[in-house]
């Protein structure tokens, strides 16, 4: 599942999206409000979590654009403001839910998965390759039906490489989704973590694109490593 985080407050945006993506969420994030209302109008999202009081584009009026173009994927508004006519106002430009700060993770969570439930969910909770699945969820793997082992790394690694199945990932965009932006990165971590998850799936689920990246799909779909 694919969730975009609009937050100001890069600590709280980075403690966020790192729990989310614990959770195996696919997170885009946005610092304001017009980097906010692009992104939401080009890329379609599972769900969006969207702060008011952004800088340059407020958060009410990034709604009010996105709605009035037809974008239909619901929001859940986050803002310090807690008064009653705050929550209408964003219910009424077009919010699904409101959670007001400060919140605990887990609230979060819950009132998220409530949220694309609802909406009928643009993804599964469960994604799925040739005999493995992974539970976004629950954070649990199977394959042929058997659980499997994963440390969290390897469990985001391949939570990322599964939602986007069959498509070419760079080695830069799979560091990015690794690593917190203020953390040093190194991409040849990404060759072990992938050598580590190699051992561990059937042959030729992981196919390497010298010089590209790495694609992910069943053995059956013809690739290989």
């Known amino acids: 599942m694919r969730v975009l985080v609009v937050e100001d407050e890069a600590a709280l945006a980075g403690q966020i999206?790192?729990?989310?993506?614990?959770?195996?969420?696919?997170v885009d994030r946005a610092s304001d409000g017009r980097e906010a209302w692009y992104q939401g109008g080009v890329q379609d999202y599972d769900a969006i979590l969207l702060?008011?009081?952004?800088?340059?584009?407020?958060g009410l009026s990034v709604l009010r654009r996105w709605?009035?173009?037809?974008?239909?994927?619901?929001v859940l508004v986050l803002t310090a403001r807690d008064q009653w006519h705050e929550k209408v106002a964003g219910i009424d430009a077009g919010a699904d839910d409101y959670l007001s700060k400060p919140f605990h993770m887990e609230e979060l969570l819950?009132?998220?998965?409530?949220?694309?439930?609802?909406?009928?969910?643009?993804a599964s909770a469960l994604l799925s390759c040739g005999p493995l699945e992974l539970d976004t969820r629950s954070a649990r793997v199977s394959l042929q039906g058997q659980p499997l082992v994963l440390t969290a790394q390897e469990f985001k690694l391949l939570a990322y490489l599964m939602h986007h199945a069959g498509d070419l990932v760079s080695r830069t965009e799979l560091t990015e989704h690794l690593y917190a932006q203020d953390c040093e990165r190194d991409s040849n971590t990404i060759e072990v973590f992938i050598g580590r998850l190699r051992k561990k799936l059937p042959a030729g689920l992981i196919e390497t694109v010298r010089g590209m990246g790495y694609r992910l799909q069943a053995p059956d779909d013809g690739a290989g490593r």
């Open 17 to 26: 999206a790192r729990t989310l993506q614990d959770r195996g969420y696919v």
């Open 51 to 58: 702060d008011l009081g952004l800088p340059v584009l407020d």
């Open 67 to 74: 709605r009035s173009e037809g974008m239909l994927s619901p």
């Open 110 to 122: 819950a009132r998220l998965r409530a949220l694309i439930r609802r909406a009928g969910g643009h």
